[in-house]
């Protein structure tokens, strides 16, 4: 196996860079571009120790740097690892990368030495996982739950799961291949309870994934309204900053804003859209409204705004019929002025009954702990509990669906009276997609696809 080296910190200007290098001719170049001032070398130290010396390319000293030793199988890579830590200045640390190139290593691909601790036995397939959420974690609920995902949280809730359905099986194969050998039957009760208790279990999990989503990777989310109702208000109230303008003049945004805010426990990718009404000005206008509606389609969360001091126009009804359905929060702005429409009014128009109301005043920050609240209902992040075991990926997710619905063909097969065999197929297709998804069957197609997805370095 190849050695590989990356920088392992953000490329930006910062106090210290940090040049990583894993395999097994770590130590051999590490010692071809780093000298301490000890006289030691890196071979010649043991694990989790540091040097202090020059690093060099050739006869040049490009700087001063500490060297930091991992020996095999103690390092993240479960390899020999040298990491080389030194002025954080974009050029410095691209020469000293540069320097362990010449000097034997090749590039790292992204994720390749996530992916080494895989291979190696250092985490499973939804640990390495777990790591770039973990790095993409963007608030206190998203790090708590995905640190517990790389802590094994995911892994032993999956692992208990496959091993009782394991169970199940190998009972079941013992009985039916070895008749005489008096094996007591696995009574059809017991076999539902036990199945059945499984498939609780992964449907749990399989509940919580929208939520979680919602939390590690954050929600798109748009504002729409007709002109002068409040939207840029609301973005900069949200945001904390004065991201939009705002005017008296109505149809002051003319194109979608981007912003990323915090609301709660969940992050918004929100956008502020152009006021939308049925008869816009100017040309540049029309594109702003089509814009919006474009925008609008393809959000998760949809903040309908209106004027709490104006009642509905056509505009607004045209609008909030086309929330019908969404994921959307009905926002009543402008609380501050005496009120022309109500909260049961808004109500009374779907018929679903789920679609929150909320009254604020973007302007003066009344009302915005209720909107905190409803926008957290709305996604499914209201009572989150980073504790609990956690699906991170649409690829996790997918194994859950698939074990699933095998559960439910044997938990179908044996309400039915079919014989025990085809439930035992079953029951294996369930035990093979939940190990999928801790990486046990995983292909080489599976690992690139989670793997590309990493940053270089990690």
Known sequence: MS??????????????????????????????????????????????????????DGGCVLDEAVALVFRAPKSYTGE??????????????????????????????????????????KLDLSEAEAVTALIAASGEEARAATLGALDGALSR????????????????????????????????EELQHTLGGVRDRLNALLSRFEAGAAVLGGVDTVLVGRPNVGKSTLLNALSGTDRAIVTDVAGTTRDVLEETVRVGNVTLRLADTAGIRSEPGDEIEKIGVERARERMRRATLVLAVLDAAEPLTEDDRALLARCAGRRCVVVLNKGDLPARVTEAEITTLFADGKTAVVTVSARDGAGMAELKTAIEEAVGTAGFDPSLPLLTTERQRDCVRRALSALDEALDGLAAGITADAVNVCVDDAVEALGALTGEHATDAVLNEVFKNFCVGK
Request: net charge negative.
């Open 80 to 121: 020999d690892v040298v990491e080389i830590s030194c002025h954080g200045g974009l050029y410095v640390v691209r020469r000293v990368l540069r320097a362990v190139l010449n000097a034997g290593a090749v590039p790292a691909e992204p994720g390749e030495f996530t992916k080494r601790a895989f291979l190696n036995g």
């Open 157 to 188: 809730e999956i692992a208990d799961c496959r091993d009782t359905l394991a169970r199940a099986a190998a009972f079941f194969a013992a009985w039916v291949d070895y008749p005489d050998d008096e094996i007591p039957a696995l009574s059809d």
């Open 3 to 56: 050695t590989i080296v990356a920088i392992a910190t953000a490329q930006a200007a910062a106090g210290i860079g940090v040049v990583r290098v894993s395999g097994p001719g770590a130590l051999a170049v590490g010692d071809r571009v780093f000298t301490s001032v000890s006289g030691r070398t890196l071979s010649e130290t043991g694990g989790y120790h540091a040097l202090f010396g020059k690093v060099h």
